[in-house]
């Protein structure tokens, strides 16, 4: 069974820093390109960043410079830092896991308000 849980979201003030986790179980770890997306409220849900399982990263236009996506193998755990943090960041974070099945995470909330 495929788990993808997810931790770190909470309350931060603009310009902040959180660091949300992604622990996997259930799969290859290392063979799977792992992501991040997000949903805010009465939005489509978009993509925040991938990481390839060479280690390559891609990441939305809006978060370039801000947030960076980084794994560890030998936890099995994918990582995004988020710094500069705006209120339009505010959102569900969810972890994803690719290869030839996406699996989801629960997603943890991100609210950035003073």
């Known amino acids: 069974q495929v788990q993808l849980v997810e931790s770190g979201g909470g309350l931060v003030q603009p310009g902040g820093s959180l660091r949300l986790s992604c622990a996997a179980s259930?799969?290859?770890?290392?063979?799977?390109?792992m992501g991040w997306y997000r949903q805010a409220p009465g939005k489509q849900r978009e993509l925040v960043a991938v990481?390839?399982?060479?280690?390559?990263?891609t990441y939305a236009n809006s978060v370039k410079g801000r947030f960076t996506i980084s794994r560890d193998n030998a936890k099995n755990t994918v990582y995004l830092q988020m710094n500069s943090l705006k209120p339009e960041d505010t959102a569900v974070y969810y972890c994803?896991?690719?290869?030839?099945?996406?699996?989801w995470g629960q997603g943890t909330q991100v609210t950035v308000s003073s």
């Open positions: 259930g799969i290859t770890f290392d063979i799977y390109a």
């Open positions: 994803t896991a690719r290869r030839s099945t996406f699996y």
């Open positions: 990481i390839s399982s060479g280690g390559s990263t």
